[in-house]
């Protein structure tokens, strides 16, 4: 019967098209066909009826659209602008506007603009679909998973959701569907080595009291991962009945589930959530168990000391996390980094010289720092094949395999008014095809800098008081 509807619907809508005597029947068609899984063919069209009606605001949200799902993002905006001068509650010129400020990092902007779409045109798919994704990728799954639930399916299957969807709901059920991580009410904090396994920082840890290993600490990562295998023999739970894929695919990716405990140190952690990675790889190395998320970490008072390799956990709120230990010869306490939370991802404001402040994310479990190539492009005039680069070839995420280029920095990296000088960067495409890859980030601050340094993190006053060591990276 669905699909009787569907069909009955794609009908009329290619009626409208056809019919362009009815300009609000065309470009309402026209705006749904997507929805119902057919591209449109607006384009001419539409800029046939901006020759006759060069205001028109419906026509111009139409052509803003266009031009972003093109990639013309910087073309998108001046027609989004344009048809909200003409009628200020253009839904779809709010949608796209609101991803292209998205996309330049203005996120509560972008809230507003899909806020004000959605009480506009409660009914229509786009400001549902993206504040749902919005809302997702800032960790507020529950919220995300009211809005995208509303959005029509774009394709058929069982259960008449799109991958994403379901990821959205299994995040949902996951991490706020009941009260995870039952950590003892009093605990004296635990302090354990990092080793690094095989080039990241990883502590020794049992999981589910059966398997011993290690799990790298990774704040680049949101949640805590298992490859299927360790999970397999750990008997970890898979919570979700649906396997979770990516937005455009249904290749499963991950499975959400729970690991019963993980003990570090002698302190026990229950009812852990996690994902289980569901493609078969290679671990990176002998009994590395997986990664423990930022998710995970930000349940406690941490101190990350990779100087002198030891990783502290302390109670939530017991005002411990500014502990340094033995930090090592000739470091410097040099105050607190503010850093910002998106969904579970940490970061930190930093400079290229004397430029304006860029958004990183801060992250031990990456290799490199990274920084996007559109920036390299634009600052430096940098692009792959430049003969101040350097090939790179590497694996991934589950081993596969990518091609980049390292850059030296010809000017310092500024943190926190502290000048880096002699870091080097690999090249990376920081905008991906969904929503949060359009929330533009700068790049990452990896190990290269990290291991430098020492990190008490404090998640409630959302700062870091931090170490580093006085070394040939600082000023010279």
């Given at each position: ?250 290749t499963p990716l991950h499975a ?38 930022t998710d995970f970490i930000a ?15 302390a109670p939530a709120g017991s ?158």
């Open positions: 019967a669905s699909i009787v509807r569907a069909a009955e619907e794609i009908r009329r809508l290619e009626e409208a098209v056809a019919d362009r005597s009815d300009v609000a029947a065309f470009l309402d068609a026209e705006e749904r066909l997507p929805w119902v899984g057919i591209g449109g063919s607006a384009e001419g069209e539409v800029q046939a009826l901006l020759a006759v009606v060069p205001d028109h605001p419906r026509a111009l949200a139409l052509l803003a659209a266009v031009r972003f799902e093109q990639g013309l993002r910087e073309e998108a905006l001046p027609f989004a602008e344009a048809a909200l001068r003409g009628t200020p509650g253009e839904p779809l010129a709010l949608v796209y506007r609101a991803v292209v400020r998205a996309a330049e990092g203005n996120l509560e902007e972008a809230l507003a603009d899909l806020g004000r779409a959605e009480a506009a045109a409660p009914q229509r798919p786009e400001p549902a679909h993206f504040l749902g994704s919005l809302l997702f990728y800032r960790g507020r799954f529950a919220e995300a998973a009211e809005r995208l639930e509303r959005v029509p399916p774009h394709e058929p299957d069982a259960e008449g959701r799109v991958p994403f969807v379901r990821l959205v709901l299994a995040y949902r059920d996951l991490f706020e569907g009941r009260r995870p991580f039952a950590v003892p009410a009093r605990f004296a904090p635990v302090e354990v080595g990092i080793e690094s396994r095989p080039d990241l920082p990883a502590v020794a840890v049992v999981v589910n009291g059966r398997r011993r290993g290690w799990m790298q600490i990774d704040t680049g990562s949101e949640t805590t991962r298992i490859p299927r295998r360790e999970a397999a023999l750990a008997e970890v739970r898979e919570d979700a009945v649906v396997r979770t894929g990516a937005v455009d695919s249904t959400p589930g729970r690991v019963d405990s993980i003990e570090i140190g002698g302190l026990l952690v229950r009812d852990v959530p996690a994902l289980v990675e569901m493609e078969e790889h290679a671990p990176p190395a002998e009994g590395v168990l997986g990664a423990l998320g349940r406690f008072d941490p101190t990350i000391n990779l100087l002198s390799r030891r990783l502290l956990l005002g411990i996390g500014g502990y340094s230990g033995d930090i090592g010869v000739g470091a410097e306490q040099l105050g607190a980094l503010r850093f910002t939370r998106v969904g579970n991802t940490l970061r930190v404001r930093a400079s290229l010289g004397e430029g304006p402040p860029l958004e990183f994310v801060l992250d031990t479990g990456a290799a490199a720092n990274t920084l996007d190539s559109a920036i390299l492009r634009e600052r430096f005039g940098v692009t792959e094949g430049d003969p101040r680069t350097t090939p790179v070839a590497a694996k991934g995420i589950a081993g596969r395999p990518f091609r980049t280029f390292s850059f030296p920095l010809p000017v310092p990296l500024v943190v926190d008014g502290t000048p880096l000088h002699g870091l080097a960067v690999l090249a990376e495409d920081r905008l991906g095809a969904n929503l949060r890859g359009r929330t533009r980030t700068a790049g990452t601050l990896g190990l290269p800098l990290l291991s430098s340094m020492s990190l008490s993190i404090d998640f409630g006053k959302q700062e870091i008081n931090y170490f580093l060591r006085g070394s040939p990276a600082r000023g010279r």
